[in-house]
């Protein structure tokens, strides 16, 4: 290659090739994110023609799964509605088949009831879990409203600000609220979504105190900044209150399970005293009232000790 022309001449053609190479392989990655967004598309529109997806979206359209989607979005689970209620199905079967091995079918039943109520109970625990969380974040939503209303920005624009500014469930509350009002619902159709959401007398009131602001205007950056030093104070309150009554609540779930205890109790001690008891009439009876009584029992403690937040 003494030649200086031909050298120019290859280097050329090197060139040439080397951008052939790379507009091929830059077509090649286009059209593989193409490929991946369709396979992506062929995957969503594959898993709603299977039958647990249509069975899943029929289920949502009755009461029991709108409830049920309520719930497990205010308790942040990412679960369907299919898939909570099988779940709730499958404790009640097993509870009868394990009670069923040292209990008459009747006590048996009532076992599983138990079973499929302890499953409403655990998803509303994780709920107001959540919702307790939420509310103890609200005096922070408070000063960051009123901050973003001082520095003279718009409701969604200062909703989306505390999104991003707080973490969950708060973040991820508010950034809901921020997309609905931006696909065109309204302010407080939005706010009312998150209420129903998070039932609570300090949503609440924060929730009408934007409202107004929206209907009627005012200085809503005093408003918050004197919320928020209320719900400072309300959120301490709250905690002592719960302090005080830990011990009641933890003696109120003791009760209720001294009666499940007690049958399993008589049960090793004395194997079939319960079929025994349960083959006559005045065993029946026995046994239904103590159920009632510590049933009665178990509710009157909890309404007792019950906090409204």
Known sequence: MSDPGAAMLLAAASLVVGLIGVRTLVASWVEQGGVVQRSALENVERRAGRISYRLNARLRRTAIGRDAETRLAAAGMRMRV?????????AFVLAIAVGNTVLPMWLSLFLGAA???SCWAWLEHRRNQRRERFISQL????????????AGLAMRTAISLAADELEDPAASELRLVADEMAVGQTTEGALANLERRMPSRDVGVLISTLAIQQRAGGDLVHALREMAATLDRRRDLRREIRTMLAGVVFTGYIVAVMGAASLLLLEAIGPGVIERMADNIAGQVIMLAAGILYAVGFLMIRKITEFHV
């Open 139 to 150: 005096p922070d939503v408070a000063r960051i409203l009123s901050n973003a209303s001082a």
């Open 115 to 117: 079973a499929l109520r």
């Open 82 to 90: 299919i898939d909570f209620l099988s779940l709730a199905a499958a």
